[in-house]
C-alpha cells in the first residue's frame, strides 16, 4: 500500500532523509521509531504529500506522491494522517470535525455523512459526545475525534505521528485501544510512536531510525526484544 524507495529530503543544507525505503502492505501494521529530530515526521509528511522531496520515490496504493501533481489530492484522500496534537476545529462540534471532509472534500450528503459520523464516533467509543465542543472534551477524547475524522474519509492507510505524546498519561490507554482495533479490523497504518508496548504488540514490523536513516527493522520480536544495532539498543534502553 505504501513503497518508499530510496527517499532523500533536505532543509537547505541539513540532509533529514537519506535514503529510506519502506514498505506498508496492504492491512498491516509498521510502527516506525527513533530519537527526536531523526526525520520520523518528515517521513510521514513526504507520504502523504506535505512535503516535497529531492530524490526516490513515494507511492501510496500505487500513486506517485509528488506534490507538484495533480494526484495529490487523490494521494490524500487514500491515505490520512493523525497528528499529535490533535488539529480540530475549535468552533466545531465532535460530530462537525468528523463530517467536514465527507461533505466539503468528497461531495457526500449531509445526512448521510451525519449517519455516518455517529457510527464512527460511536466506533471510537465516543457516542454521545457529538455536539461537544473540543474544549469540552478531554485531550484523549479530542484524538479519538481525531481519528473518527481521518477515518471519514474512507482512507486505505492511516498515518499516525505520536498520536498520544500529547496527552496526560491516563489518557493513552484509550486511544492506542482505538488504534488496536482499529489495527485488528484490517487497517493499514505507519505509526509514529514512543509506544514501545503498543509497537510490540500491535505491529507487524517495526523500523528504528536514526539521523535519517533506516538503521534497523524487523519483527517487533527481533528489533524491541533483541536488537541488534548498538543505536537501537541505546534508544530502548532510553525510552523503556
Ligand atoms: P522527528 O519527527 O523524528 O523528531 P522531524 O522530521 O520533525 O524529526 O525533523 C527532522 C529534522 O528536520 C530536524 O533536524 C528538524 O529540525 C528538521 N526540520 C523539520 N521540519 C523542518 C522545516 N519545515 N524546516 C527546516 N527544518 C525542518
Ligand atoms: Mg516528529
Known amino acids: ?11 537547505g543544507s541539513n540532509r533529514v ?22 526525520g520520523k515526521s518528515t517521513l510521514l509528511r513526504c507520504v502523504n504529500g506535505l512535503e516535497s522531496y529531492e530524490g526516490g520515490d513515494v507511492r501510496v496504493d500505487g500513486l506517485r506522491v509528488d506534490r507538484t501533481q495533480k494526484e495529490i489530492r487523490a494521494v490524500r484522500q487514500r491515505v490520512c494522517m493523525v497528528f499529535q496534537r490533535f488539529n480540530l476545529f475549535g468552533h466545531r462540534t465532535a460530530l462537525e470535525n468528523v463530517t467536514e471532509g465527507p461533505i466539503y472534500a468528497l461531495g457526500v450528503a ?30 484523549g477524547q479530542q484524538q479519538r475525534v481525531a481519528i473518527a475524522r481521518a477515518l471519514a474519509m474512507k482512507p486505505r492507510a492511516v498515518l499516525f505521528d505520536e498520536p498520544t505524546s500529547a496527552l496526560d ?10 488504534m488496536r482495533d482499529l489495527a485488528r479490523g484490517g487497517m493499514t497504518m505507519m505509526v509514529v510512536t514512543h509506544e514501545i508496548g503498543f509497537a510490540r504488540e500491535v505491529a507487524d514490523h517495526v523500523v528504528f531510525m536514526d539521523r535519517g536513516k533506516v538503521v534497523e527493522e524487523g519483527p517487533p520480536a527481533e528489533v524491541l526484544v533483541a536488537p541488534r544495532a548498538p543505536r537501537t539498543q541505546d534508544f530502548l534502553r532510553r525510552v523503556l
Do not use: H, N, T
Open 1 to 11: 500500500m505504501i513503497e518508499i524507495d530510496g527517499l532523500q529530503k533536505s532543509f
Open 17 to 38: 532523509l537519506d535514503g529510506i525505503s519502506l514498505r506498508v502492505p496492504e492491512g498491516k501494521v509498521v510502527c516506525v521509531i527513533g530519537p527526536s529530530g531523526s
Open 110 to 139: 449531509r445526512e448521510a455523512a451525519e449517519r455516518e459520523g455517529m457510527a464512527l464516533l460511536a466506533q471510537v467509543g465516543l457516542a454521545g459526545k457529538e455536539k461537544s465542543y473540543p474544549a469540552q472534551l478531554s485531550g
Open 169 to 178: 498519561p491516563e489518557l493513552v490507554g484509550e486511544v492506542l485501544r482505538v
